[in-house]
């Protein structure tokens, strides 16, 4: 809590398993329940203290958001959100809550709750977005962006944080297509700057004026020159009197850094280095405390290698590398300047990861600050504390994390803040230090193996820690999970959160858990994730994105699925505010097409690269227009030759269908038409030989999505595919199967109809069925020549279908009625046999086998699930066990030839426990995620699959499995 050592915290200290909200004062020793008590509604992880100490606002499973005093003393105040405090602490801050859950609206509401809501963005309208906020220090003034008066364009506006006075516009009148697009709020001053192209259309530059509004705009950079713009990233002083930003001021394309006085000459004085051909200033832009210096990263050199640096703002001496040049490998992670502007603190990533401090001033070089860490040790976070600094390591023994704290300086030896952890004792990763640096708070079970408590110490250990929460109780733990996981030849790549919660990581183990995990990269950057993964069609390499070294940019790695080497970035340095987009792996595993905003910010470009980083990005498709035409999504064609995307690059706001040859050899062509002012490519399927497009588009009337079919060589104009359509009838879903038929849903959202009809456009859509029906949905076989389906007509329940993809003969019924929440996705054994999971009519619920010519009737081939995949030899099936509409037991599998009764491969799950996802490995080895109970951890698990006499080892019993 600010000013107080006391501490709030979440335990289930009264109810096990039910989470509460608790206070202790270590003065007076006195504990308080903050929540009322309640046998069923757990406060939820992510409470907040108020910036004046006063209150704590949290939520809990009822969705609401409650105030109440730090100390107890009274009931707590319903609120409408949380999203930010004043700097007082007298008002929260929010968006929406009450009418929609997107960023149309902003409010604020007094922190004790004592008056309603304030409705700070004014009328609500549909199209309302309020993306940003900042308060001014006196906490009297909301500063906001948003498009409150016109849907397409951006301004920024001021407002009375209660709501006493409408929002005023602070940007001078724009014109049409112009807008604002960030601001920047120094909040001593009470000085708004922003970015906005409110002179010339296109070219962005910086402009300031008062939070109040009283006083025109003045632009406060020079006048940019035709073809140059200010970038989206940059920093303004806490007291008003320099903004500091990137800029292609002197060379067109190259962005460097400047900075100019607010109120001067508009003279820009430039803080980067000189730049070598290909060298780029990134930004990550950090203005120290006192406002007389800047710390950034750049490229000077172009070779890849992104180093700190650090320079003054009136220019008086040059830039400063703060550290020795980098070698291959190495990144620099995190960054923290001190609180009296004297140091810089950073992670720098190689074999380890090492917490250095450097002079801010480029004195002295960068050093560690801590020992020589053990063999694997890496520093994993660090916070400041004052004077000193506090960091999470496994410095003396390996995979053993502790916390430690040293002088900023190194100008002692750092010492660890506790005694050495027992074995099996862990320090959880959320550790948070006071305000003021002289104490910090961390949870861990020092006591008592897994009873995780609060304890408080003195960061420079002076005095052992004390434990604050109540004896007895333990304080929530973050419990990490394993989100998904792909088999790799002797090896499964996974990820989660089980060395921090909630930041998602990249590992790979051994099947047979004959070895523990390995981190397929350096520790991630606080809230940083894995975003998602690819394995290669081989096994051996995994291809997978991250924001990894900053907070939200996004990159691209590749690395081997083994472990055995670190992963390798498949772009060179991103653009300050850059960050990797949509991306695909192509269908043989050797390239990677991925969108990226790499070369300026906010204009999202279409690369390829090689899938194992052996050489660099190849730009396909260089826009037309300086400021605006990005790639929203694409894929390979499934030849691997081509790449299909959309783009507005033709006009801005306007999402088109492109395609490009993988090698560059020519110009991207265009192959939709959207016509209606406010159209645009909603999505798109390619057809299996690579030779047609079908696409989903409102092309000839905004809002009313159409499909349409085109040559992938743009040999022919597009086509429409669909029957007319009127009112509220749309084209819902859609694929491509052989002989280039078409297979479409369209009608009303409760009414829809299945037709297929030639990618050409030759002939009209035909009907599946006649009469009134209503089709749910559909599948394809894997070679495109028949269609699966299930509709209703007039009939309790789902009656499942099977036809030519023509739809040259009727659709032949193959069962039902079905239910519709009983019926799983459909496993094709070839083009004419299907396994599915129903509850039919007379039978019994379970796994059955039909023919899709209705030729056999279907055959019940067990009785535990639903049908999941199969081993890659085709012999073993496996089955998710679920009995019911929840119920799921575990994993089952089975030879699909009926010589064995089915197998229970994982532990018998009791609700609400159950089976996430399953795969096959090679040798029938099966890979799944399950949890073990109602608040225990996703977990990966492999089991063997040998159903052969005498050699069950266990597949029947506990023995097999592994974690």
């Known amino acids: 809590v600010p000013g107080q050592e006391r501490v709030v915290y979440l335990a289930d200290g009264d109810t096990d398993g039910l989470f509460e909200l608790y206070s202790h004062d270590p003065d007076t020793r006195a504990f308080a ?38 100390e107890g003393n009274a009931p707590p105040a319903a609120l409408g959100g949380l999203a930010g405090f004043s700097p007082d602490g007298e008002y929260v801050l929010y968006h929406d809550g009450q009418v929609n859950v997107q960023r149309r609206e902003l409010y604020s509401q007094r922190t004790d709750g004592s008056a309603p809501a304030n409705r700070l963005s004014g009328a609500f309208a549909l199209h309302h977005n309020v993306p940003a906020y900042a308060v001014t220090a006196d906490s009297a003034r909301v500063v906001f962006l948003g498009n409150l008066r016109a849907p397409d364009r951006f301004e920024v506006f001021g407002v009375p944080i209660d709501g006493s006075a409408p929002f005023l516009a602070l940007n001078a009148n724009l014109g049409p297509n112009k807008n604002v697009t960030g601001f920047e709020l120094a909040a001593e001053a009470a000085l708004v700057v922003y970015r906005a192209d409110q002179v010339l259309d296109e070219t962005f530059e910086l402009f300031a004026v008062p939070a109040r509004g009283r006083a025109p705009s003045l632009r406060v950079t020079p006048p940019m020159p035709p073809d140059r713009d200010v970038d989206g990233e940059f920093r303004v002083t806490t007291d008003g009197t320099h903004v500091v930003f990137l800029a292609d001021f002197d060379t067109p394309g190259v962005r460097e850094l400047y900075a100019v006085s607010i109120g001067g000459a508009q003279l820009a004085v430039k803080l980067s280095p000189p730049l070598e051909p290909g060298g780029s200033v990134l930004g990550a832009l950090q203005l120290a405390p006192d406002g007389r210096s800047v710390v950034y990263r750049a490229d000077p050199e172009g070779d890849g290698l992104v180093e700190l640096f650090a320079a ?221 993964f690819v394995v290669t069609p081989d096994e051996r390499r995994v291809v997978f994105s991250s924001d990894l070294e900053l907070d939200a940019r996004t990159e691209l790695y590749t690395a081997p699925s083994d472990g055995s080497a670190p992963p390798v970035k498949l772009h060179g340095p991103l653009v300050a505010g850059g960050a990797i987009g949509a991306w695909k792996l192509s269908p043989d595993g050797t390239w990677v097409a991925y969108a990226a905003d790499a070369l300026r910010d906010g204009q999202v470009e279409l690369f390829r690269a090689p899938a194992d980083g052996s050489a660099p990005p190849v730009r396909l498709d260089p826009p037309p227009h300086r400021t605006f035409g990005s790639v929203n999504t694409l894929e390979f064609a499934p030849d691997g030759q081509h790449v299909v995307y959309t783009s507005d690059k033709a006009r801005r706001g306007r999402f088109e269908l492109y395609i490009v040859p993988l090698d560059g050899s020519a110009a991207a062509r265009r192959l939709s038409s959207i016509a209606a002012l406010g159209g645009d490519v909603l999505d798109f399927r390619i057809g299996l030989d690579s030779s047609h497009v079908v696409y989903r588009a409102d092309q000839d009337v905004d809002d009313l999505p159409e499909l349409y079919g085109v040559p992938l060589d743009g040999s022919a104009a597009p086509v429409k595919l669909n029957e007319p359509l009127t009112g509220n009838q749309h084209v819902w879903d859609y694929a491509i199967g052989a002989g280039d038929r078409v297979v479409f849903t369209s009608g009303l959202a409760f009414l829809r109809e299945i037709r297929s009809v030639p990618v050409d456009g030759s002939t009209p859509p035909r009907r599946f069925l006649s009469g009134l029906e209503q089709s749910f949905d559909f599948w394809l076989t894997p070679g495109g020549t028949r269609v699966l389906f299930r509709s209703r007509s007039g009939v309790i329940g789902l009656t499942l279908y099977g036809a030519p993809i023509d739809a040259a003969s009727p659709p032949v019924r193959l069962d039902g009625p079905i239910h519709k929440y009983a019926f799983f996705h459909p496993l094709f054994l070839d083009e004419d046999t299907v396994l599915y999971f129903a509850g039919t009519t007379g039978g019994p619920p379970g796994t059955y086998r039909t023919r899709l010519d209705g030729s056999v009737p279907p055959a019940h081939i067990d009785g535990h699930g639903a049908p999941r995949g199969l081993s890659p030899d085709g012999e073993l099936l496996m089955i998710y066990g679920s009995l019911g509409s929840i119920q799921n037991d575990g994993l089952y599998v089975l030879p699909l030839d009926g010589s064995a009764p089915a197998r229970h491969l994982s532990q018998r799950l009791v609700f609400p426990a159950r089976v996430f996802a399953g795969a096959f490995a090679a040798g029938g080895d099966v890979l799944y995620i399950a949890s073990q109970g109602r608040f225990g951890p996703h977990e990966l698990y492999a089991s063997v699959a040998d159903l052969a006499p005498g050699r069950g080892g266990g597949i029947d019993g506990s023995a097999s499995r592994v974690r």
């Open 312 to 532: 003054k703002l009136d220019g008086s001496t040059p830039p400063q590398r703060l550290h020795a040049a980098l070698a291959p490998g190495q990144t620099i992670a995190h960054s923290e300047i001190s609180a009296d502007s004297s140091r810089v603190l950073f992670l720098l990533q190689g074999e380890s990861v090492e917490l250095l401090g450097a002079p801010l001033d480029g004195s002295a070089p960068a050093a560690p600050v801590h020992p020589p860490l053990v063999a694997g040790g890496d520093v994993v976070r660090f916070e400041l504390a004052g004077e000193r600094v506090v960091y999470r390591a496994d410095q003396e023994v390996d995979e053993v994390l502790e916390l430690f704290s040293v002088p900023l300086d190194a100008s002692a030896p750092a010492v660890r803040l506790h005694l050495p952890l027992a074995p099996g004792r862990t320090i959880l990763p959320d550790f948070r230090v006071a305000a003021d640096g002289r104490a910090l708070g961390f949870l861990a079970d020092l006591l008592e193996g897994e009873r995780f408590e609060v304890f408080l110490v003195a960061s420079d250990g002076s005095e052992p820690p004390r434990r604050v929460s109540a004896a007895g109780t333990t304080a929530y733990q973050p419990v990490g999970d394993v989100l998904a996981m792909a088999p790799a030849g002797d090896f499964a790549v996974y990820t989660a959160d089980q060395d921090r919660d909630e930041v998602v990581e990249l590992y790979t183990v051994q099947r047979d858990g004959s070895c523990g995990p390995v981190r397929l990269h350096s520790p991630a950057v606080d809230e940083g994730d894995v975003s998602a």
């Open 33 to 70: 329940r903050l929540a009322p008590p309640s046998n069923h509604i757990s406060v939820h992880p992510g409470f907040e203290v108020d910036p004046s100490g006063r209150r704590v606002v949290y939520g809990n499973n009822s969705f609401g958001r409650w105030s109440v005093p730090v």
